[in-house]
């Protein structure tokens, strides 16, 4: 459980390994998955590392079963799944892969080159074959209109075309009598025609005549070739140097030129013979098909599994990569960072897998003091690395820094509730995540990424949902409609005649009627029993009465969820045993806030307790405004005696922390400095004897560089840059009425990290230790620990009323989601209600489906997406930044379920 409130306690170990043990030992760290290796040579480039060679075999090796996958693919072949855990092979198994994957490689993409060219032949002979068929009709054209002249030669045939030829439909021709004629035939792209017809016209002026029809297109063509569409074409033509001519420009169209025979015998035999053809085509096509997916099929039995023998093996040979070998090229030396508590889980892989490997040799586990600050670990399952995420976003926790991921657990889907309470809404989003959760396995199947984070973040909103549904019922607020469960307090009867003025003109008379508390039975005197009466769903004042009491609710859930995170800085403080901070920092803080926002809240409360009639009930925003400003004239109302008193006692007392925050932290620490610089200087002159003093002598002049005034200007412009800042973002804020992310506040936080980590190293200097090391804590200059201390300061003081404002958004949203939800309801669902009419039914189903469409659209995914965005804010900056840094980096241990999870 320290994991989950904490980051585990890491240690620095070094290892010791023979050279052949070492793929063993390191596959078995990478299945164990709680080691992060260290970089041991950070100046060596990555192409002179020692295994450079095994990765990009290794890169090459998954290029090869990325393709395999991909012909898979598109071969609808199933991929076997992988087994749990594969063993990952030796490193005298790379080179036994690399063949098997290169041979099969090689093997398909020679099936699927001969596979495409006899598809090319194919498609070929169906177009000699549609256009044997189609000339044929030409040719009859043409011997019905043309007359021999003399015998035709090889490649010509004697035609007389006659007088009218012209006029005919799809034909050009411009000569009439007796002409020796040469034909061209071939298939081009019916979208080139136009084109090609143009020019032919415009270089040969129409001495020419063309025949052209459209090819008829079967399922198998279309098939092989898809959705071309083709044109069958004959040109006649006088002369071969034309012909020639013809050819060229059929070649730059890009058009299939085919040889046709001249007699009709010839054709038919021609004809017979591309059947032929086309039939043994299809058989062999077939045969290259059954054994390519054959091919397939054997290998995807075996994909993944190679897929993730290929990528561990990958991350063996990087993380070896980051290690050291000795001269001898025996023993390998390496440096991880693990947890504490698995040490002994550490040592038992280490041995397994030299037993593997049957070395004689134990690995040596060292483990080693250091300075250098350890990753940050938070132990997750799937409920949790949500939320986990959601904190590491904002930035990873400083070492050991407490975890706000367990309380955003609560606190980040209720206060999400407060501004979308609805408990129809929230039933929705509960059904959607439920059903997200069951549905988990198959979703992630789409490997897109909107489902990823959806799935990732399903059970945030199946929280999210519940606590909606809780505040819904809170709010009394169902789809905008409210349930009278428990019966109403308040009553009518009793405000007519006899006992109350109404008579039963009156209800003619007024539009509005107001229920008098005083009245007796008006009032029974009990609140309702769980959430808000339902008599104020009806009431003309229920937006003034919400208006009211949302705004002072969010008031109090931001002031408790403030105060909230300055106890758990408390948590941190006596974790790293920085006591002078509980005392200089820590109780300051929370009198300041317990002075001012702690007795506005109980303000808020005791006004709720008490009776008072509306006419004299004093504004509690004006009773905190005249607090501030010491206003106590004999016009304002007071809530109880001794009250002036009181405020004064509190407004002097959060005045009086801001010089103990600003100043009696750095005066502290100039102390300690004097004191220790005072011990140095003594200790030096007792120890002149074979001791050159003039060295230390210069060393501690720049040690007296740290003046008092640097401290005063850190201190100064910290407080101001903190209450100007606060006061600016306030006013941001209520400007936008909190419907706008800002992030206020933020462009100091890196400042304040760099110099919040250097002067923790102040806090904890032990007087008693060595010279040199009292050199390397006094590096911080006092002027920065005062800048330091006066943005601290600064940030807090004005923070608590920026942020208190910031907290107005769960009243903004909470009001904007009540008012979208009632506009739905009345302009869409109402109207369909009331319509009386034949149709009225139809219209209702239209008027509903729209109604639905427009609550999920608009209320939940919109409204959701906002509300989630505020809450996101809310947690990022008005609660984290009271005691959590983010300053620390993740700690990535080598993690063979991590690496195939994102693989797949």
Same mark, same amino acid.
């Given at each position: 459980m320290s994991s989950l409130f904490r980051s585990e306690e890491m240690c620095l170990v070094q290892l010791f390994f023979q050279t052949e043990s070492a793929h063993n030992c390191i596959s078995e760290l990478g299945h164990l998955g709680l080691v992060q290796f260290k970089d041991l040579n950070p100046g060596v480039a990555a192409f002179q590392r020692r295994f450079v060679k095994e990765v990009k075999k290794c890169e090459e090796m998954e290029r090869i079963l990325r393709y395999l996958e991909k012909e898979m693919v598109k071969s609808n072949i199933v991929i076997a799944a992988t087994k749990e855990k594969e063993m990952v092979p030796c490193a005298r198994d790379v080179l036994e892969f690399e063949s098997t994957f290169e041979k099969l490689e090689q093997e398909l993409r020679e099936i699927n080159r001969n596979h495409a060219a006899l598809r090319q032949n194919l498609i070929e002979l169906m177009d000699i074959d549609s256009l044997l068929r189609m000339t044929e009709d030409f040719f009859e054209?043409?011997?019905?209109?043309?007359? =021999?002249?003399?015998?035709p030669s090889e490649d010509s045939v004697s035609m007389t075309v006659s007088s009218h030829i012209t006029s005919r439909r799809n034909s050009n021709s411009s000569t009439s009598g007796a002409l020796h004629l040469s034909f061209i035939a071939g298939v081009i792209k019916q979208d080139r025609f136009p084109a090609f017809e143009k020019v032919l016209w415009r270089l040969f002026h129409g001495n020419f005549v063309l025949r052209h029809a459209e090819m008829q297109a079967t399922e198998e063509l279309q098939a092989l070739r898809g959705a071309v569409k083709k044109d069958v074409f004959i040109i006649f033509v006088q002369g071969d140097h034309v012909r020639e001519k013809i050819r060229k420009v059929c070649?730059?169209?890009?058009?299939?030129? =085919?040889?046709c025979p001249k007699t009709l015998y010839e054709r038919k035999q021609m004809s017979n013979s591309v059947m032929t053809q086309m039939q043994d085509l299809r058989m062999i096509l077939?045969?290259?098909?059954? =054994?390519r997916a054959g091919v397939l099929t054997r290998a995807a039995e075996h994909v993944q599994e190679w897929s993730s023998k290929v990528k561990k093996m990958k991350a063996i040979y990087y993380t070896l990569n980051l290690c050291n070998i000795d001269i001898t090229q025996k023993l390998i030396v390496a440096e991880i960072w693990c947890p504490v508590s698995d040490l002994t889980l550490v040592q038992s892989a280490l041995i397994k897998g030299s037993e593997q490997s049957g070395s004689s040799v134990t690995p040596v586990l060292n483990r080693i003091q250091t300075q250098q600050t350890p990753p940050t670990f938070n132990r997750t399952n799937t409920f949790t690395e949500g939320f986990q995420a959601i904190i590491d976003a904002y930035g990873v926790g400083t070492y050991q820094e407490i975890n706000p991921a367990p309380y955003t657990i609560v606190t980040f889907p209720f206060l999400f509730a407060v501004m979308f309470g609805d408990c129809g809404h929230g039933l929705v989003m509960t059904l959607f995540a439920v059903w997200v959760t069951s549905q988990a396995e198959s979703l992630r199947k789409w490997?897109?990424?909107?489902?990823d984070v959806v799935i990732g973040g399903r059970y945030i909103i199946l929280l999210m949902g519940m606590f909606s549904i809780y505040t819904g019922l809170i709010y009394n607020d169902c789809f905008s409609k409210s349930f009278n469960i428990f019966g109403s307090s308040w009553?009518?009867?009793p405000m007519f005649h006899p006992h109350g003025p109404w008579q039963n003109e009156t209800?003619?008379?007024y539009h509005h009627l107001q229920l008098n508390p005083f009245v007796p039975g008006v009032y029974s005197g009990d609140p309702y029993v769980f959430g808000i009466d339902p008599v104020w769903n009806i009431a003309s004042n229920k937006?003034?009465?919400?208006?009211?009491?949302?705004m002072k609710m969010s008031v109090i859930l931001g002031v408790s969820h403030m105060l909230f995170g300055v106890a758990l800085s408390l948590v941190n403080f006596v974790h790293f045993r920085k006591f002078q901070d509980i005392f200089l920092q820590f109780v300051p803080q929370l009198i300041f806030m317990l002075s001012l926002f702690g007795y506005l809240i109980f303000l808020i409360l005791y006004k709720w307790c008490i009776t008072l009639r509306s006419e004299m009930a004093p504004s509690i925003l004006l009773l905190f405004i005249n607090m501030m400003l010491f206003d106590y004239q004999s016009e304002h109302v007071l809530l109880y005696r001794g009250q002036k008193g009181v405020q004064i006692f509190l407004v002097l007392t959060a005045v009086l922390m801001v010089p103990v925050l600003l100043l009696v932290k750095p005066f502290l620490i100039y102390r300690t400095r004097m004191k220790t610089r005072h011990q140095v200087f003594g200790n030096n002159l007792n120890d002149q004897h074979g001791t050159d003093t003039r060295s230390?002598?210069?060393q501690h002049q720049k040690d007296e560089m740290v003046s008092m005034g640097d401290i005063f200007v850190y201190q100064a412009i910290h407080t101001i840059e903190f209450c100007l800042g606060c006061i600016s973002n306030t006013a941001s804020y209520l400007r936008l009425w909190a419907l706008s992310l800002a992030h206020a506040g933020l462009s100091c936080r890196s400042t304040c990290t760099v110099f919040g980590n250097n002067l923790n190293d102040q806090h904890g200097t032990d007087t008693r230790s060595s010279f040199s090391q009292h050199q390397k804590d006094e590096m911080v200059s006092m002027g920065d620990i005062f800048v330091y201390q006066a943005i601290h300061t600064i940030e807090f003081c004005l923070g608590c009323i920026s942020n208190t404002a910031s907290y107005l958004r769960l009243w903004a949203l909470s009001l904007a989601h009540a008012e979208l939800s009632e506009v739905l309801w009345r302009m869409v669902l109402q109207v369909g209600l009331k319509i009386s009419s034949g149709m009225g039914s139809l219209m209702l189903v239209v008027l509903f489906a729209a109604f639905a469409v427009l609550t999920v659209t608009v209320l939940l995914i919109m409204e959701g997406l906002s509300a989630f965005l505020h809450a996101l804010r809310l947690h990022w900056v008005e609660f984290q930044n009271k005691f959590y840094e983010g300053s620390g980096y993740k700690f990535t241990p080598l993690s063979f379920d991590s690496l195939l999870k994102t693989q797949h």
């Open positions: 054209e043409a011997e019905s209109l043309l007359t =021999y002249s003399e015998p070649e730059g169209f890009r058009a299939s030129l =085919y040889s077939r045969r290259t098909e059954e =054994y490997k897109n990424e909107l489902t009553s009518v009867r209800l003619h008379e937006l003034s009465f919400l208006n009211s009491f949302k230390s002598f210069s």
